[in-house]
């Protein structure tokens, strides 16, 4: 089945430093991937999405590249903000049966940015 | 535009009492469902997604269940709720036009505690 593995938080990390969250997919077919974000007492908002190989998604100083060989999507930002303060959730969408693309969500990873 | 309402916001029950969780989309039509529940650090699982009125597929068994009268309108329920039915819940809605590339609209969420 698929399934979206994340790296484990919390991630603290200072103000302008350099942000990376680990993950990594597998999938029976060729996935749409995607990173949501959950700020505080909130739902989840897509943050940025790729639907192929080598496709790089990009939002709000976030990016991630979908690298098919890597089975990873791995998102960074050069430089976080307080405000950047959040929990990050990988996700994929695949087909399931029936045809619908049913979404599959990673654990999410805690971020913590101190001024 | 399309919205997403999920009420009520914050719930507090009894162990063994009935839940009624409710979320209405507007500003679509025929749109895909879903109830996810997140536990605490314990990411995100789907419990349910719904393709249209009265479709309704489960990926865990558990006592609660689902129900889709109107084609905008999804209902999370139990007759008897257990301690471990706690946690925040969230429901989403996609396009539904059968694509990888779909993303989820998150409500606000409801969290449930059961003492």
């Known amino acids: 089945g698929n399934s979206v593995t994340q790296m484990e938080g919390p991630v603290t990390l200072s103000e302008e430093a350099f942000l990376t969250i680990n993950c990594t997919y597998t999938a029976t077919g060729y996935p749409s991937l995607f990173w949501y974000v959950q700020y505080p007492g909130e739902g989840l908002q897509l943050l940025l999405k790729a639907t192929k190989a080598d496709d790089k998604g990009s939002n709000k100083g976030f990016e991630a590249t979908y690298r098919k060989e890597t089975t990873s999507f791995h998102l960074e930002k050069g430089s976080v903000q307080v405000s950047d303060s959040a929990v990050y959730f990988c996700?994929?969408?695949?087909?399931?049966?029936?045809?619908?693309?049913?979404?599959?969500f990673g654990r999410g990873t805690s971020l913590i940015v101190h001024p | 535009s399309q919205t997403i309402h999920q009420w009520p916001a914050t719930l507090v029950q009894p162990v063994g009492s009935p839940l009624s969780l409710e979320c209405t989309v507007e500003?679509?039509?025929?749109?895909?469902l879903y109830w996810y529940r997140q536990a605490a650090g314990r990411g995100l699982q789907l419990l349910f997604y719904s393709v249209g009125i009265g479709q309704i597929s489960s990926e865990v068994p558990q006592n609660l269940s689902a129900s889709r009268p109107q084609d905008r309108q999804f209902i999370l329920s139990s007759k008897k709720l257990l301690l471990s039915d706690s946690g925040f819940y969230l429901c989403?809605?996609?396009?539904?036009?059968?694509?990888?590339?779909?993303?989820?609209?998150f409500g606000s969420g409801t969290q449930l505690s059961v003492l």
């Open positions: 989403a809605w996609s396009d539904g036009r059968g694509i990888s590339n779909e993303k989820l609209f």
């Open positions: 996700a994929l969408s695949d087909q399931a049966s029936g045809g619908s693309y049913i979404p599959t």
């Open positions: 500003g679509t039509s025929n749109p895909n």
